[in-house]
């Protein structure tokens, strides 16, 4: 990585990562954890069940199956590219803040919630019905929450987060382009549900 990229990097994190108090530390502490998002992800099958009835139950392996490569790509390429998350960095880990003492894995590149929660925010969106205007908001919202977070909580640079989302949203565009293979993705929102 070019010297003048990894600067700027490393500036916008730490401004990031500064720009710390208590309420935000236990907001994003909780945001980048997975379990806090379960009644999300069950309102997310909800509507899946609401458009597609009975075979949602397609989704369920597809979805799993993309996340599980999601999360083993972006393992991959940590320990293939080795670059120390910012709170494992020796330059600058002593500036980091962390919360709660946490910190993640010896390497961050590229962020597996980022990738992660992008895959599933892809999925989603191309296989929703037109409509939904709000429920888009919110899925943009579950992944600039997650990623910001991760930079926040300086287990990650922002090019983490952001090589973790280009990697979720491939992965996301391939699986709903086979789910698409399976099934007709309906014209118009279930009744009464938008």
């Not at 500036?11 to 990562?17: D, E, V």
């Not at 999601?70 to 390429?77: R, V």
């Amino acid at each position: 990585m070019p010297e003048w990229l990894r600067e700027i990097d490393t500036r916008l994190l730490l401004a990031i990562n500064g720009a710390n108090d208590p309420v935000l530390d236990f907001i994003f502490y909780w945001a980048s954890s997975k379990w806090v998002w379960i009644p999300f992800y069950a309102w997310l099958l909800y509507v899946l069940y609401r458009n597609y009835g009975k075979k949602v139950l397609w989704f369920l392996p597809l979805i799993a199956l993309m996340v599980a490569g999601s999360d083993q790509l972006s393992t991959l390429l940590k320990n293939t590219t080795e670059r120390f998350r910012p709170c494992h960095e020796p330059a600058i880990m002593h500036l980091v803040h962390l919360v709660n003492n946490k910190c993640g894995g010896t390497f961050g590149f590229v962020s597996s919630h980022a990738a992660n929660t992008m895959a599933l925010a892809t999925f989603v969106l191309l296989l929703l019905p037109r409509g939904y205007r709000d429920l888009r908001l919110e899925l943009l919202a579950f992944v600039l929450i997650n990623g910001y977070s991760r930079m926040y909580l300086g287990a990650h640079y922002p090019l983490d987060v952001l090589c973790g989302w280009l990697l979720g949203f491939i992965l996301g565009l391939l699986f709903s382009s086979l789910m698409k293979t399976m099934i007709k993705v309906p014209d118009n929102v279930a009744s009464g549900h938008e």
